[in-house]
């Protein structure tokens, strides 16, 4: 693996801040290095809003993403925001709800149906993030299911425990 270095983008409120911190969570679980971080606008919920998590099988120098080598846009203005910034090489998810810019590199972006997932398959739209992580984990091999599990169950409401393992599974069966 060496270095990875991910940037999500969404909505304020879709919960790409908290899909990133399951993601390092997830990566210190593995014994890995890491570090994230997040921006928003003033408006947060429902402002275009990026959150960044680099992971490392080495020391992290510099903390923050320069190259992502990976992008997710959950909505059309997060795509449009972010993904000027992202190199040619960069793999890149996308809702299949999206329209792909033609900028970006065809053969490095995949669509998957994760606003639909989550509603349709899981049962509640809230629980679209972790249907990303699923997706996320499943692409770029970043921690073991069972590492990304606890992370995950960390962080989710008493209660809702059995409908996030349930995104995850789901998630991961998009790719």
């Known amino acids: 693996m060496n270095r990875m270095e991910i940037r999500l983008a969404g909505s304020g409120g879709q919960g790409v801040i908290l899909a990133t911190i399951i993601l390092a969570e ?21 402002g275009s809003c990026k959150a960044e998590v680099l992971v490392s099988d080495t020391e992290l120098g510099y903390t923050k993403v320069q190259n992502s080598t990976f992008f997710m846009a959950l909505t059309q203005d997060s795509l449009e925001k972010y993904a000027k910034s992202v190199d040619r090489d960069c793999l890149i998810l996308v809702d299949s709800s999206l329209k792909v810019p033609e900028y970006l590199n065809a053969e490095k972006v995949k669509k998957a149906p994760i606003l639909d997932t989550a509603i349709h398959k899981v049962g509640k739209a809230f629980t679209a993030n972790i249907v990303a992580v699923g997706a996320i984990n499943k692409m770029l091999n970043i921690v073991t299911e069972e590492e990304l599990k606890i992370a995950v169950l960390r962080h989710v409401p008493k209660g809702t425990e059995a409908i996030n393992e349930k995104a995850l599974a789901e998630g991961a069966a998009l790719i």
């Open 26 to 46: 997830a990566a210190l679980e593995a014994g890995k290095y890491t570090a994230q971080s997040q921006s928003y606008g003033p408006e947060a919920r429902g």
